[in-house]
């Protein structure tokens, strides 16, 4: 079992950037390759990032893709997603997401965990 814990969402402006953090407990999350998704009221849970148990390997949204960088600290337990350039199509929850094995996917139903998100507002 490992427990996530998002933080660092918040509301900023268009144009700004946020780092949001997920901190793992319990087993290692070394263990898991880790997604981070979004989901706005009345739509589903979109991917946004996800990265390999190693961190060697990292994939994005074509949404996202150059604005927002997935990093992870195995010796901290803690996944990281930076986030620059918001936009107001950008305001989501965000959550943090792990998965086991080595494969990475984009799909939610594959994650066995997830935390309870960190809201990111952006205003115009």
């Known amino acids: 079992q490992v427990q996530l814990v998002e933080s660092g969402g918040g509301l900023v402006q268009a144009g700004g950037s946020l780092r949001l953090s997920c901190a793992a407990s319990g087993r290692a999350v070394s263990s898991y390759g880790m997604g981070w998704f979004r989901q706005s009221p009345g739509k589903e849970r979109e991917f946004v990032a996800a990265i390999s148990r190693s961190g060697a390997v990292t994939e994005y949204s074509d949404l996202v893709k150059g604005r927002f960088t997935i990093s992870r600290d195995n010796a901290k337990n803690t996944v990281a997603l930076r986030i620059n350039s918001l936009q107001p199509e950008d305001t989501a929850v965000y959550y943090c997401?792990?998965?086991?094995?080595?494969?990475?996917?984009?799909?939610?139903?594959?994650?066995?965990?997830w935390g309870q998100g960190t809201q990111v507002t952006v205003s115009s």
């Open positions: 997401g792990a998965k086991g094995g080595a494969v990475l996917s984009r799909l939610p139903g594959d994650y066995d965990y």
